[in-house]
């Protein structure tokens, strides 16, 4: 299993750990559930299947997440938004829609951002650590995680998106 570590927004602990708070491992489809767009419409992430799609969980108040918020925008986003088998959502860990909305629209991203109150898809997931990235591939399959963000892991992230598409 690849693991790459770096900032995270809350405790210091070791790769062990990191690897211990993921629910979803690498090689597994990921579950089913519901999710709420940035309208409040209803959406299954059953209809993600046969795209290649990065999951990535944030808050905004943390500060590696702000460091990753951009770069998911400019440099995934911006070179794959016009590719029909890709899909980038970016769920507000325990946000509200109202405060997500509000996020995006202070910050003018273009991605999917999504509330997830109550942390309802992050632990279907993983139990803790943010920012965090799962990378499914068009089965629907687990194949890369990041937690925390450094730059080599976003240029290992960019890659691994390259090498799917």
């Known amino acids: 299993m690849v693991l790459l570590v770096s900032f995270l927004a809350n405790a210091?602990?070791?790769g062990d750990a990191y690897e211990k708070s993921s629910v979803l491992k690498i090689g597994e489809i990921i579950p089913s559930f519901n999710y709420i767009d940035s309208k409040g419409d209803t959406k299954k992430s059953d209809d993600l299947k046969g795209k290649v799609v990065l999951i990535n969980f944030f808050a905004t108040w943390c500060g590696?997440?702000?460091?990753?918020?951009?770069?998911?925008?400019?440099?995934?986003?911006?070179?794959?938004?016009?590719?029909?088998?890709?899909?980038l959502i970016s769920f507000g860990r325990?946000?509200?829609l109202a405060e997500v909305n509000e996020f995006v629209k202070k910050n003018r991203?273009?991605?999917?951002?999504?509330?997830?109150?109550?942390?309802?898809?992050?632990?279907?997931?993983?139990?803790q650590y943010i920012p965090r990235n799962y990378l499914i591939d068009k089965t629907g399959k687990v194949v890369y995680i990041s937690v925390g963000f450094?730059?080599?892991?976003?240029?290992?992230?960019?890659?691994?998106i390259k090498s799917l598409m």
């Open 64 to 87: 590696p997440c702000m460091v990753e918020m951009p770069l998911l925008q400019k440099q995934i986003w911006d070179k794959y938004k016009d590719n029909s088998d890709f899909k």
């Open 94 to 96: 325990d946000h509200s």
């Open 12 to 14: 210091q602990t070791d």
């Open 150 to 160: 450094s730059e080599q892991e976003f240029e290992v992230l960019k890659e691994k």
């Open 109 to 127: 991203f273009e991605f999917a951002i999504c509330p997830d109150k109550g942390k309802l898809i992050y632990n279907k997931f993983a139990t």
